[in-house]
Structures are given as C-alpha cells and as structure tokens.
C-alpha cells in the first residue's frame, strides 16, 4: 500500500491506498463493518492498515477515540516488567502502531490527541469491565490471547463502535485449543449470523509488502517446519520459565505489571 504524507501541513488525510486485492477487501471491510478480523503472516500491513484507517476516520469526526490494546506477550525469552506509569509500561508493546500514527498524522498530532484522551492505550489485564463506545478499538497481536480473554475483548465493543482484531495464528505462543483468536475465527465460520457481520480476512505470503527477503522467510517457515520448533520440543529454557510463570500467575505468559 502506498504510505501517505504526514498531516504535519494540515492537509486532508485520506484511506490508505490497497497494494494487494486482500488489503482491498480489509479496507473496504473495516470502512463498512462494525467488526474486522485481519489474519496473515507478519508484512502484509494488517497493523499499519488498522492505525492509517483509525486516525483517518477519527479525523473525519466519525468517531470520538482511538483505542489500542494487545495482550502483553513477549517473543521467546521475557525480560521482566517495564518500569514507569501504566502509559510507559505499555509503549514498547503498542510501539509499531503509534510510529504509523505519527508517520501518518504528525508526532505532535497524535501527543495531542493522547494528552486529550482521543487515543487511548488500554493495557489488556484492564479490558474486562471497560464499554467502549463512538472508537475505533485496534486489538493487534490477537493470536496471543486466552479464550477468556478474546471473550472479554470482543463484548468490549458499545454502540457506534468499530473493531478491529488482527493476528498470525502461525505465530501463537499458546496451543489452538488455548488460543483466542482461532477460537473467534472458527465461531464466525460455523455462526449462522456473525459471518454476515464480522469479515474475516486472510492474508497470505503474496500480500506481504514489507519486503522481498521477509516474503521469502515467511514462504519458507510456511513450507519447512523442523522437528526442533515443534511445540512437543519446546526449549528447556522456555519450558523451565513458562512453568515458573505458571506456578506464579496461573498463566503461561507474562503480563504487564500494574504496580
């Protein structure tokens, strides 16, 4: 997809531009439809789409709010809690989608619209209880939550509302039985009324825009899996620290520290 200007000269924004038919079809999706589902392997732009099309209709007053979650889970080894306010605990985690709003509205723009509650990022441990109501919700990296966490997330949403959930289930630290979003996806295919209302969107190898070399890594871990990255071979290192995490929290993965 074509990036767009910053809005740092106040000129008209306007949607991203598609670059494939699948970012096509997840645009016209996310424009049309109170709720998104956005699957695919990482560089097919599911989360740069999501923030570019958040900030275009917040500028277009169809909405009062932005809001972004994801579900605190790092890649491979965990290097503890993040240190600071509930706002800087979360920056590294929502990091790749506030660079796209700057990118796409000016850096001074979007410190603006946090400082004036227009974007909000909601650490997931505090989704259950929250209404949210004339927002766009962005939920990325959704392959990583539990069933009872995408349940709680996706009774989140209030009138006027807009949804967004986008993941990899290729690149899920928890099993398919355990995993949220395959759990959403299979419920909106066997519904006899969600499928009419929640698109679902898979993107492949060929949507990547990233780069070359990344569609080439994504193609060859999609056609080679060795035995060594089965989950029955989980490193000892993983293994030791997932089981004392689970002894700690009765989760497997960590979660933002709310002290």
């Not at 985690?93 to 796409?104: D, G, Q």
Request: with cysteine.
């Amino acid at each position: 997809m074509a990036r767009k200007k910053s809005n740092k000269g106040g000129a008209p924004l306007s949607a991203p531009t598609p670059k494939t038919e699948n970012q096509k079809h997840f645009i016209n999706s996310v424009l049309s439809q109170d709720m998104v589902v956005g699957l695919g392997p990482a560089g097919t732009g599911k989360s740069y789409l999501s923030a570019t099309l958040a900030a275009y209709l917040l500028k277009q007053r169809d909405f009062d709010k932005i809001v972004l979650t994801r579900p605190t889970v790092p890649t491979g080894r965990s290097i503890g809690f993040f240190p600071g306010t509930l706002n800087e605990k979360m920056e590294p985690w929502v990091k790749p989608i506030m660079v796209t709003l700057e990118e796409y509205l000016g850096k001074g723009d979007v410190e603006c619209l946090i400082k004036n509650g227009k974007i909000e990022v909601v650490p997931f441990e505090t989704i259950r209880g929250r209404s949210f109501g004339n927002s766009v919700i962005i939920l990325d990296e959704a392959q990583n939550t539990t069933v009872d966490e995408i349940k709680a997330f996706v009774t989140r949403i209030g009138d006027r509302s807009k949804m967004i959930i986008n993941g990899d289930v290729s690149q899920s630290d928890l099993s398919r039985s355990f995993n949220g979003l395959s759990l959403i996806v299979d419920m909106v295919r066997n519904s006899r009324s969600l499928h009419k209302f929640v698109p679902v969107i898979e993107f492949t190898s060929k949507d990547i825009v990233r780069s070359g070399l990344c569609q080439l890594w994504v193609e060859e871990f999609e056609t080679q899996t060795p035995p060594m990255f089965h989950e029955s071979n989980t490193p000892d290192f993983l293994r030791t620290e997932q089981q004392t995490r689970k002894k700690q929290t009765g989760s497997d993965h960590p979660r933002v520290s709310l002290d």
